[in-house]
């Protein structure tokens, strides 16, 4: 009962207005002083959730995003790989993703790069001739690839929850958004073909090409630094990140020396506000998750799954179902970590590898991202883009299907995910 009344106040809580974190952490603490429950748990539970090791690198990688952000190198970037293969027919559909990819080599968090890159991505498509509804569509399909690719927020999120390791989750990364990354330039290619889209206008020499690809040169090397590190057992995830901080601080300062102390500044503020959300979500859902483990709700929702099949296919598709719903209404951490202790135990009893499921879980809810109601790069797009909300809800459909089918391309390879991680750590 004390689970059953933590999860209809979390509702209600929900519906009327409430912020997830609030919803959750709120309605536990109600459910545990409604059955005399010592409040001092609530603290308790809290704070424990926070004193992890693998959490001190979401704060660093959020840093590093913003650090880069604040020194014009997401602009270096854009520009570079504009140069290189703009100027075929819709070419800036294309440096969309690729530029999305590579920033999300530093940024690990999907309204991040919307936000750093968004406005510069849809201005240049607008002047070109793209219309909006294109425009919208790409920049928040791309935005997918920065929970995938390392470093990945809502992976090492998820490995916490999962107690799997963080690295071996990161790597699992790399191949399935390389994947996605194909779609969505297939996308393109058809789009392109079937409404004409343009071509870039830029023009460039071979000397300011050779300039352009000389200041392009720290953000290429970023995630080759990152990945490579974590690849090479050189450091593990919290350390990459404070590697990627001192990176951005040195590239800023001494390469392109734009890092002044108020950019600086800036970036502090932005991190402690993005961190302070993260981690008010992770303290929340993490009481919330415990209140349900005294009820035993994640042991009796296991021996649900695997009543109704022990095939790992079955499961995974009844997961993924389950998934794609939950990310329409909760946002990604609450999720991750609520849901996380219910399904690794049934799946990886069916044989399904948990390394492989991370990455199963965080696409699901990335799709959850472009869907109504909650779906933040609806509105993060609609806010940078100057669209109503409407639009970009129409113009997310096609690039959802895109996404769908290299969910399931990723649900049922599961090599895509595994191999490389269990090359890599053999």
């Not at 709700?297 to 296991?302: E, R």
């Not at 649900?304 to 109704?308: A, E, V």
């Given at each position: 009962?004390?689970?059953?009344?933590?999860?209809?106040?979390?509702?209600?809580?929900?519906?009327?207005?409430?912020?997830?974190?609030?919803?959750?952490?709120?309605?536990?603490?109600?459910?545990?002083?409604?059955?005399?429950?010592?409040?001092?748990?609530?603290?308790q539970?809290?704070?424990?959730?926070?004193?992890?090791?693998?959490?001190?690198?979401?704060?660093?990688?959020?840093l590093?995003?913003?650090?880069?952000?604040?020194?014009?190198?997401?602009?270096?970037?854009?520009?570079?790989?504009?140069?290189?293969?703009?100027?075929?027919?819709?070419?800036?559909?294309?440096v969309?993703?690729?530029?999305?990819?590579?920033?999300?080599?530093?940024?690990?968090?999907?309204?991040a790069?919307?936000?750093?890159?968004?406005?510069?991505?849809?201005d240049?498509?607008?002047?070109?001739?793209?219309k909006?509804?294109?425009?919208?569509?790409?920049?928040m399909?791309?935005a997918?690839?920065?929970?995938?690719?390392?470093?990945?927020?809502?992976?090492?999120?998820?490995?916490?929850?999962?107690?799997?390791?963080?690295?071996?989750?990161l790597?699992?990364?790399?191949?399935?958004?390389l994947?996605?990354?194909?779609?969505?330039?297939?996308?393109?290619?058809?789009?392109?073909r079937r409404?004409?889209?343009?071509?870039?206008?830029?023009?460039?020499?071979?000397?300011?090409?050779?300039?352009?690809?000389?200041?392009?040169?720290?953000?290429?090397?970023a995630?080759?630094?990152?990945?490579?590190?974590?690849?090479?057992?050189?450091?593990?995830?919290?350390?990459?990140?404070?590697?990627?901080?001192?990176?951005?601080?040195l590239?800023?300062?001494?390469?392109?020396?734009?890092?002044?102390w108020?950019?600086f500044?800036?970036?502090?503020?932005?991190?402690?506000?993005?961190?302070?959300?993260?981690?008010?979500?992770?303290?929340?859902?993490?009481?919330?998750?415990?209140v349900?483990?005294?009820?035993q709700?994640?042991?009796?929702?296991?021996d649900?799954?695997?009543?109704?099949s022990?095939?790992?296919?079955?499961?995974?598709?009844?997961?993924?179902?389950?998934?794609?719903?939950?990310?329409?209404?909760?946002?990604?951490?609450?999720?991750i970590?609520?849901?996380?202790?219910?399904?690794?135990?049934?799946?990886?009893?069916?044989?399904?590898?948990?390394?492989?499921?991370?990455?199963?879980?965080?696409?699901?809810?990335?799709?959850?991202?472009?869907?109504p109601?909650?779906?933040?790069s609806?509105?993060?797009?609609?806010s940078?883009?100057?669209?109503?909300?409407?639009?970009?809800i129409?113009?997310?459909i096609?690039w959802?299907?895109c996404?769908?089918l290299?969910?399931?391309?990723?649900t049922?390879?599961?090599a895509?995910?595994?191999?490389?991680?269990?090359?890599?750590?053999?």
């Open positions: 009962m004390l689970s059953l009344t933590a999860i209809v106040l979390f509702f209600v809580l929900l519906l009327t207005g409430a912020p997830v974190a609030i919803a959750l952490g709120l309605g536990s603490a109600a459910a545990l002083w409604w059955f005399d429950m010592p409040l001092a748990v609530v603290a539970r809290i704070v424990n959730s926070l004193d992890s090791t693998t959490l001190l690198a979401v704060p660093m990688f959020i590093a995003a913003a650090l880069f952000n604040v020194t014009g190198l997401t602009a270096q970037l854009f520009d570079f790989i504009r140069m290189v293969i703009g100027r075929i027919r819709g070419g800036l559909g294309y969309t993703v690729l530029t999305h990819l590579v920033f999300s080599g530093v940024s690990g968090a999907a309204l790069d919307i936000g750093a890159l968004g406005r510069i991505q849809i240049m498509m607008r002047e070109q001739g793209y909006d509804h294109f425009s919208a569509g790409i920049c399909a791309a997918t690839l920065g929970p995938i690719f390392p470093p990945s927020i809502p992976l090492v999120i998820f490995a916490m929850a999962a107690e799997i390791s963080p690295v071996k989750v790597i699992a990364g790399i191949i399935p958004s994947i996605i990354m194909l779609f969505l330039m297939g996308m393109v290619w058809w789009v392109a409404e004409g889209l343009p071509r870039d206008t830029i023009t460039v020499s071979r000397q300011v090409f050779m300039q352009r690809l000389w200041f392009a040169t720290p953000a290429l090397l995630p080759v630094v990152l990945i490579g590190g974590i690849l090479l057992g050189i450091f593990g995830e919290t350390e990459a990140a404070a590697v990627t901080v001192v990176y951005a601080l590239v800023g300062m001494f390469f392109y020396r734009a890092l002044t108020k950019g500044v800036e970036a502090l503020r932005e991190t402690t506000r993005s961190t302070a959300g993260v981690m008010f979500i992770v303290g929340a859902a993490a009481l919330f998750a415990w349900l483990t005294i009820d709700v994640p042991t009796k929702a296991a649900l799954l695997l009543s109704l022990r095939d790992p296919w079955m499961l995974l598709i009844i997961v993924n179902l389950l998934l794609l719903v939950v990310g329409m209404i909760m946002e990604t951490i609450a999720a970590l609520i849901l996380t202790p219910i399904i690794v135990p049934a799946l990886a009893a069916a044989g399904v590898d948990p390394v492989h499921l991370g990455v199963v879980v965080v696409l699901n809810l990335m799709i959850g991202l472009l869907t109601p909650v779906g933040m609806l509105y993060m797009v609609s940078v883009a100057g669209m109503p909300v409407e639009r970009v129409r113009a997310a096609p959802i299907v996404l769908l290299s969910l399931a391309a990723v049922f390879v599961p895509a995910s595994t191999w490389l991680p269990n090359l890599m750590l053999k």
